[in-house]
């Protein structure tokens, strides 16, 4: 539903992944030292003593654009004062999106760099092939094969590791984002055979809903493949009765993880609805449906959680730093009675 391109007058983070202290050695009680290895049980997602788990965290921007979010004191704030469970790393695709076409050596070392930061943390890296502009993913099948291959081969032997090979298909069917899974998901496994792999639906990831479809698309023609979930995202000012209802039908019948919401309109902007968020959350919470929050950056829109200019400097704890957004978020990660 990130339906924007960053202006030029934006483009302040440097493109290379900036080079991150080591922190401090991470409490032994973390959300993977407590679940381990991760895997898709019945409709849930459950942890190395198959007990379901609902991950909660939070999405970078596009890294191209706020690698100045993504520093070591942001990722102690994230891991240590939020207590999230997961860091969605979003790397857009498209080369007018300024992502891995424009260079894919430097984005694919920029997300082994953040693979590990998470990882020292204890908390879980959910790797995101960010294509959304053009929206079929069959376009991008050889380059997310090679990207995958590789991020595979060197993070197989982590705990830690979710792969989410489409972010937001659109413009095209399910039958289309199923063909592009099927060849995908095979060379992952070929390097690593047990770890979660995610997969967006079509219509940004409505479950076909932003399309006038419905989630009967999917529910009648699952991927052939073992250990995967299907994501689901929403932005709760513009997405209401229908995509909610989709959401809770499709719950009943195949796994689901929202990698991506906001509490305001689609774009990331606007007045925040906190009524329908609060909806999702509580329904999410109920059916134990793990979440990423977009975004943790500090552009201009609503939906960034930290106030502009906030990512130039090293102060990331507490509320100060958050707007309205960000403050009713970092509450719900931290607090899972919420």
Known sequence: MMRYIMAGALLVASAL??????TAAPAADTPVSRNGQLHVCGLKLCNQNNQPVQLRGMST???????????TASLDALAFDWKADILRISMYVAAQEDGYET????????VHG???????????????WHQLDPGDPNIYTAKA???FAEIAERHKNKNNIIYDIANEPNGVSWAKVKSYAEQVIPTIRAKDSDSVIFVGTHAWSSLGVSEDRTEADVVNNQINATNIMYTFHFYAASHHEDNFNALS??????????TEFGTQN???????????????LDFLKSKQIGWTNWNFSDDERSGAVFKEGTCAGNSFTGTSKLKEAGVWIRARVIDRNL
């Open 266 to 280: 689609y774009e990331g902007e606007g007045a925040n609805d906190f009524t329908w968020s609060k909806k999702y």
């Open 249 to 258: 039908r499709a719950s009943t019948k195949i796994p689901l993880f929202v």
């Open 145 to 147: 094969k090679t990207f």
């Open 114 to 128: 953040y693979i590990e930061e998470a990882t020292k943390r204890g908390m879980y890296a959910l790797v995101d």
């Open 17 to 22: 992944v900036p080079a991150i202290p080591a």
């Open 61 to 71: 921007h596009g890294i191209q654009w706020y690698s100045s979010c993504i520093k």
């Open 103 to 110: 260079n894919p050596r430097k984005f694919t070392d920029m």
